[in-house]
């Protein structure tokens, strides 16, 4: 579940982004659409707990994130929330199984290598566990972060232009893979993009259009 209400973000000498409300259901989809440089970006660091807003609320999967100090901000967003980037961001230097690990850590968790194994089974790429990301071809990186994102079953997965970089088969079966991990979790699933074809094969999804956001001068 994700409620947002008057928010606003401010970056330090620049404009203020005020965004429209929204409600999305737990479990729920949205497409956050628009052009590059719409706000999407700072809309998903603000549902990430990220950025803290400079106006309104945001609550996600039931936590008011403003009411939160930003260390603990931090360890809600390890244990709640699965980020999927544009850019992987795997470490070169640990396996994939390694790089699973630092969730863990992250979350102040010990390891468990168990759940681990499961979570790239569940996407395909267990084999994978002991390879280096410079191993690993383009789809068996992203499949390698989405295990990465949901090994914690998070409430809500934010995926950021998960199809920019993909042909037509490769963006359909990546899809594919966010909706149904999502639904596995009961996650709610926010997918920020401007990918034609995202918008068309998930037409039933909530949108929020962020091409017609307000930008008010500081």
């Not at 396996?95 to 102040?108: D, I, P, R, S, W």
């Not at 084999?127 to 914690?152: H, I, Y």
Request: a neutral charge.
């Amino acid at each position: 579940m994700i409620l947002g209400r008057d928010l606003a973000c401010q970056y330090p000498g620049g404009a203020r982004l005020a965004f429209p409300d929204i409600a999305v259901p737990q479990g729920g989809v949205l497409l956050l659409r628009g052009r590059s440089g719409s706000g999407k970006s700072s809309w998903l660091a603000l549902a990430a707990g990220l950025m803290a807003p400079s106006a309104g609320t945001i609550e996600v999967a039931g936590q008011s994130l403003g009411a939160l100090p930003p260390v603990q901000r931090d360890a809600w967003r390890a244990r709640h929330v699965g980020f999927l980037p544009q850019k992987l961001h795997l470490s070169a230097a640990l396996t994939v199984a390694g790089n699973l690990e630092l969730v863990y850590f992250a979350a102040g968790l010990p390891s468990d290598a168990a759940a681990i194994s499961a979570a790239l089974q569940a996407l395909g790429v267990g084999e994978l566990a002991t390879r280096r990301p410079q191993q690993l071809s383009g789809g068996q990186a992203q499949r390698v972060a989405l295990a990465r994102a949901v090994l914690l079953q998070p409430r809500v997965i934010l995926a950021d232009e998960p199809t920019a970089s993909l042909d037509d088969v490769a963006a359909q079966e990546a899809l594919a893979l966010l909706q149904g991990t999502a639904q596995r979790c009961g996650a709610t699933l926010v997918i920020a993009t401007h990918d034609a074809r995202v918008v068309a094969a998930l037409s039933q999804a909530q949108v929020l259009d962020l091409d017609a956001f307000r930008e008010v001068p500081a």
